[in-house]
């Protein structure tokens, strides 16, 4: 089973409409991150999360929320979907403090991605 | 203004036609330089992190280098099911774990 999961993996919705993407992680990772991909455009940050009660705003965080329930589970939401929020959604995460080493818990995992088009 | 730049934005070369990606970065402080693989409609996979310049990593036909202002990704005689798109990506002082990323190299390996 895969360490980083994303639902749903493909989603079309309409201007106005308010959705969710979820992603869960049994890597046992304390940070975990969501990040937009655009055509032509680096991976750029939305929102990132060290532990449940430790939240902030990315590069780009404008007309998006999170929300951290639980270590294993980040979601992103679309309060108000505008057509150029049309990206592939990515989650990730990387281990925090108590890793066993240092070097390495930087590495960040990502999940498979959620292609979302808003009409 | 952090920032990473990847050339080419595509290469297409024939199996067994060695070459190098390049990824220039200009961050401050940099903590490590990382590569990721991204195949069609899947999320980057990890490749390697690098730290200081000197640093060498290899794995399979793929060897990543690093500079004080670039790093390489050098494929040894590729094979078709080394085409993907190669990205790079740097973490500054800033830290936090905040990755800044190049838009990627598409490379394709022909038969």
């Known amino acids: 089973d895969a360490d980083v999961t994303q639902t749903p993996r493909n989603r079309i919705t309409k201007t106005g409409k308010r959705i969710m993407l979820e992603c869960s992680q049994t890597?046992?990772?304390?940070?975990m991150y969501w990040y937009r991909q655009d055509p032509g455009l680096g991976l750029r940050l939305i929102y990132y999360?060290?532990?449940?009660?430790?939240?902030n705003k990315g590069e780009i965080s404008d007309g998006y929320s999170v929300s951290r329930q639980a270590q294993a589970k980040f979601s992103l939401s679309l309060e108000s979907a505008i057509p150029n929020q049309t990206a592939l959604y990515f989650c990730?995460?990387?281990?925090?403090?108590?890793?066993?080493?240092?070097?390495?818990?930087?590495?960040?995992?990502f999940g498979p991605g959620t292609r979302l088009l808003v009409l | 203004e952090d920032q990473v730049t990847q050339s080419p934005e595509a290469l297409r070369l024939q199996e067994g036609e060695s070459s190098s990606l390049n990824c220039s970065y200009t961050?401050?402080?940099?903590?490590?330089l990382f590569w990721y693989r991204q195949d069609p409609g899947k999320g980057p996979e990890f490749l390697f992190t690098?730290?200081?310049a000197g640093e060498e990593k290899e794995k399979e036909r793929l060897k990543a280098t690093l500079t004080k202002k670039e790093s390489f990704l050098h494929i040894t005689a590729p094979k078709p099911e080394d085409s993907a798109t190669y990205l790079c990506?740097?973490?500054?002082?800033?830290?936090?774990?905040?990755?800044?990323f190049g838009a990627g190299t598409r490379l394709a390996v022909h038969p």
């Open positions: 990730a995460t990387s281990a925090g403090t108590g890793a066993t080493t240092v070097r390495g818990r930087e590495t960040q995992y």
């Open positions: 961050v401050s402080g940099l903590r490590g």
């Open positions: 999360s060290f532990d449940v009660k430790d939240i």
């Open positions: 990506a740097a973490e500054g002082s800033g830290g936090y774990n905040k990755l800044i």
């Open positions: 890597k046992g990772h304390d940070r």
């Open positions: 690098l730290y200081s």
